[in-house]
């Protein structure tokens, strides 16, 4: 009797062994599965998104955090900018970065090449020009122009000019983009005849153009915080004086620049479109602009680097006007993004005033441009603050001269920085997930937008 009751104890704890050991085991492949979806989930995009530092910050966050963005399931806190924890790393009011521009000897005004003489004085004879011809992937050099020793028109897009000495030798090498008009398709004017004469919106006080034109600045690695450092007069002219919009939980949804602006610009993911997989080039996705196009805008494009690192770019021009030849033809190949002088000027001053330019040349038509300022941010937080002086600038030219009275306009980067010392630290790896987003849309737009969302 004992010796059964002990038997059925010991057949009982042997079964209580058994199933401790089955639900060992099977926690254990319920962990390591979980373990494995977690890092999945981390890991997706690439190697450098695994993120462990989520967890054991949460159990730091109390009732005193104060939150940017708090949801149920989104929380981000409002970290200072210039905390403690990486202030050694960050001055105050950094220098702005000037590029040697004493060779710059011409300019352009309305189609017409000068020679500045005020700066040239006695050292420029003649100049020349050759004109910058887009090709597949690249550009060449068009026949060279006559001398000219005051001015010249030009007709081309874009130029290269030489200027000479007395002794028939080049002293300066100097860059322009010229505004050429370029017609957008007749059947796509047709349709914005179309589109325009279809419009029956109340209370819309008479505008011609009731769809706005766009116009996209993209800053490389600039996050929101990072904005709140060094584009003060940017931010504050936007916010204040423009009363525009900022996304304060706006996140990346890859790793670097190429995937979070394929996914801006196709609406998906960069996995999910084959396209960019495609060896001739990425001209088939899904970009933006294709559907700007149809309805009749005319479309631009630039960007002071090469479209990708080792990746296929635009086999055919994908926009109307199509900044890479120009950028290309500066730089001459230069690979090294920590570099931004060339010839007398960054290629962000390069870059904004293109923008500038084609903003005032294209106001009474419906335009998409994007413009992307990738040299100048790209491995410093700090040279944002000469883009800060670039951009405030020209948004009040644009603002006083009612160039964004139709226009929406965002400002934004596609991740914050991913190199340097404040990278590793806490706030440097919430600051790489969370973009800048700014936008501002017209006074008159946001009054009527509910009744053109009737629509
Ligand atoms: C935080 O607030 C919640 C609800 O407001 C409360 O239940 C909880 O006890 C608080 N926690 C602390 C640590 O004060
Ligand atoms: C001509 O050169 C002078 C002297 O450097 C400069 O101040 C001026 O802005 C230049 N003019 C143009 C139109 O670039
Ligand atoms: C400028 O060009 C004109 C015509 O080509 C020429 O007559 C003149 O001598 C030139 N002036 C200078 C200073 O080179
Ligand atoms: C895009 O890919 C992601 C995973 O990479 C997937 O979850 C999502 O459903 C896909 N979206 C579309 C529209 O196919
Ligand atoms: C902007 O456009 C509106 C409507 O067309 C017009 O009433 C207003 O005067 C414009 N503002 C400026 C500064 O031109």
């Known amino acids: 009797m004992n010796s059964k009751r002990m038997f059925g104890i010991v057949r009982k704890k042997s079964f209580l062994y058994l199933y401790v050991f089955v639900f060992v085991c099977i926690a254990c492949i319920i962990g390591t599965t979980l373990r494995i979806n977690t890092k999945k989930e981390y890991t997706f995009r690439e190697k450098e998104y695994v993120s462990r530092c989520n967890l054991e910050v949460l159990s ?28 050694e790393f960050l001055p105050d ?38 004109p910058i011809y887009y090709i597949s992937n690249s550009f060449k050099l068009g026949k060279v122009s006559g001398h000219f020793n005051k001015s010249v028109r030009v ?14 030798k080049v002293i300066a090498k100097n860059f322009h983009t010229v505004f050429v008009k370029k017609n957008p398709n007749k059947k796509a004017s047709d349709l914005r005849k179309h589109v325009v004469q279809m419009k029956n919106i109340p209370n819309m006080d008479n505008h011609r153009e009731t769809r706005l034109n766009v116009l996209l600045i993209m800053i490389e690695s600039t996050s929101r915080i990072n904005s709140v450092r060094y584009l003060r007069k940017t931010r504050k002219y936007l916010l204040e004086t423009l009363d525009a919009t900022e996304l304060l939980g706006y996140n990346k949804v890859a790793l670097n620049t190429r995937p ?77 993004f920590s570099n931004f002088c060339f010839n007398g000027k960054s290629s962000s001053e390069y870059v904004n005033e293109r923008m500038f330019n084609l903003v005032s040349n294209l106001k009474d038509n419906p335009f998409f441009s994007l413009s992307m300022h990738i040299r100048m941010t790209h491995d410093s937080l ?36 991913r190199s340097g010392k404040v990278r590793p630290t806490f706030i440097g790896q919430l600051e790489e997930r969370l973009p800048m987003m700014l936008m501002y849309v017209p006074p008159w737009f946001k009054t009527n937008i509910v009744a053109i969302l009737r629509i």
């Open 60 to 87: 730091k966050f109390n009732n005193n955090t104060d939150f940017l963005v708090e949801s149920e399931v989104c929380k981000i806190p409002r970290v200072n900018p210039f905390d403690k924890s990486i202030k």
């Open 93 to 130: 009011d950094p220098q702005i970065s000037v590029c040697d521009n004493s060779n710059v000897f011409t300019y352009v005004d309305n189609n017409n090449l000068y020679i500045n003489f005020t700066k040239s004085r006695n050292q420029v004879q003649y100049c020349s020009y050759e």
């Open 155 to 168: 007709t081309d897009e874009f130029i290269k000019v030489q200027c000479y000495d007395a002794f028939n």
């Open 260 to 336: 979070n602006t394929a996914a801006l610009l196709t609406g998906d993911f960069i996995e999910n479109s084959s396209c960019f997989k495609d060896s001739e080039g990425v001209d088939k996705c899904p970009f933006i602009w294709k559907e700007f196009s149809k309805l009749g805008y005319t479309t631009h494009y630039g960007q002071d680097t090469f479209y990708s690192v080792g990746k296929p770019g635009f086999k055919f021009q994908p926009t109307d006007y199509y900044d890479q030849p120009f950028h290309d033809a500066y730089q001459q190949g230069t690979k090294q």
């Open 382 to 417: 700090t040279r944002a603050v000469t883009i800060d002086q670039l951009i405030s600038k020209t948004l009040q030219r644009l603002h006083k001269n009612s160039l964004l009275n139709n226009t929406f306009l965002a400002l934004f980067g596609d991740h914050g920085i």
